[in-house]
Nanobody, 124 residues
Framework: QVQLIESGGGLVQAGGSLRLSCVTS????????MGWFRQAPGKEREFVAT????????VYANAVKGRFTISRDNAKNTVYLQMNSLKSEDTAVYYC?????????????????WGQGTQVTVSS
């Protein structure tokens, strides 16, 4: 049974930082590309960041570029999202996802497995 479990969300003031983690099980993590997405109330789920299977290629949404960093630890089957200089518009439920292709992927439809999400709330 494949599981992706996000953690690290919470309430933070604008300008603050959070580090999200996504621990996976039931899949060969080291062969998967991983992505982070988010969904704000009343809005569609949107791409945030992605990393390829080796961790050598990353892509970011323009809205988070320079503030967020995606990374992975294949030994721990975990992907991270370091979020700095948070803004109120970053408030959303954040989801991690795994893509069997192993290649960095900015599209929602390409992902094969999803976590349940973790809430991030940024107060202004």
């Amino acid at each position: 049974q494949v599981q992706l479990i996000e953690s690290g969300g919470g309430l933070v003031q604008a300008g603050g930082s959070l580090r999200l983690s996504c621990v996976t099980s039931g899949l060969t993590f080291s062969t998967k590309a991983m992505g982070w997405f988010r969904q704000a109330p009343g809005k569609e789920r949107e791409f945030v960041a992605t990393i390829n299977w080796r961790g050598l290629r990353t892509v970011y949404a323009n809205a988070v570029k320079g503030r967020f960093t995606i990374s992975r630890d294949n030994a721990k089957n975990t992907v991270y999202l370091q979020m700095n200089s948070l803004k109120s518009e970053d408030t959303a439920v954040y989801y991690c996802a795994a893509d069997n292709s192993g290649l960095e992927n900015t599209g929602i439809r390409g992902y094969d497995y999803w976590g349940q999400g973790t809430q991030v709330t940024v107060s202004s």
